[in-house]
T-cell receptor, first 111, second 112 residues
């Protein structure tokens, strides 16, 4: 897997947008960028993934830099339920989806 | 539809004992993987199984073993438990052609 770098923690106010950055400068051309999150006392939960184009789903948006060396997960309106650890992962397509989670970004959402 | 189910949810063992953790994937998912998450760290990959064959192994000692059954459920076994094996053990399943994993809530193992 390509190495990813994320801030240890971020804080946001409720109902404001949140931009969670991730650097993955050694990503290969065929590796997808995945985001998972883990709420307290739960297993990780898939959020979104993409390859080159920006992606949107009901949970979030993923903005991928043109050179693919970085990406940003965007939560459009943070809620208290979005407080979690967010992991940016770039699994090697040959790894059988053995995800390398790293430490992720702990997001605190305040009322 | 039921998600990934794991059992037991919590268990306590003593050093030197053996433990078996169980996982049932989402119906139709043939790939199961196991992760260990110690407190304060992200999950670490242990094993992946697909169609009852081991397809990947993480950097864990031989005390850790797993298998997958014909119904695609899986067991993780850990022998000669050490205090450092205390962790949340997560199981995840993946459907054919899918790019994402669905995780269970985990089995929390405490070794005393």
């Amino acid at each position: 897997d390509a190495k990813t770098t994320q801030p240890n923690s971020m804080e946001s106010n409720e109902e404001e947008p949140v931009h969670l950055p991730c650097n993955h400068s050694t990503i290969s051309g065929t590796d997808y960028i995945h985001w998972y999150r883990q709420l307290p006392s739960q297993g990780p939960e898939y959020v979104i993934h993409g390859l080159t184009s920006n992606v949107n789903n009901r949970m979030a948006s993923l903005a991928i830099a043109e050179d693919r060396k970085s990406s940003t997960l965007i939560l459009h309106r943070a809620t208290l339920r979005d407080a979690a650890v967010y992991y940016c992962i770039t699994p090697n397509s040959n790894s059988g989806y053995a995800l390398n989670f790293g430490k992720g970004t702990s997001l605190l959402v305040t009322p | 539809d039921a998600g990934v189910t794991q059992s037991p949810t919590h268990l306590i063992k003593t050093r030197g004992q053996q433990v078996t953790l169980r996982c049932s994937p989402i119906s139709g998912h043939k790939s199961v993987s196991w992760y260990q998450q110690v407190l304060g760290q992200g999950p670490q990959f242990i094993f992946q199984y697909y169609e009852k064959e081991e397809r990947g192994r993480g950097n864990f000692p031989d005390r850790f073993s797993a298998r997958q059954f014909p119904n695609y459920s899986s067991e993780l076994n850990v022998n000669a438990l050490l205090l450092g094996d205390s962790a949340l053990y997560l199981c995840a399943s993946r459907g054919a052609g899918a790019n994402v994993l669905t995780f269970g809530a985990g089995s929390r193992l405490t070794v005393l």
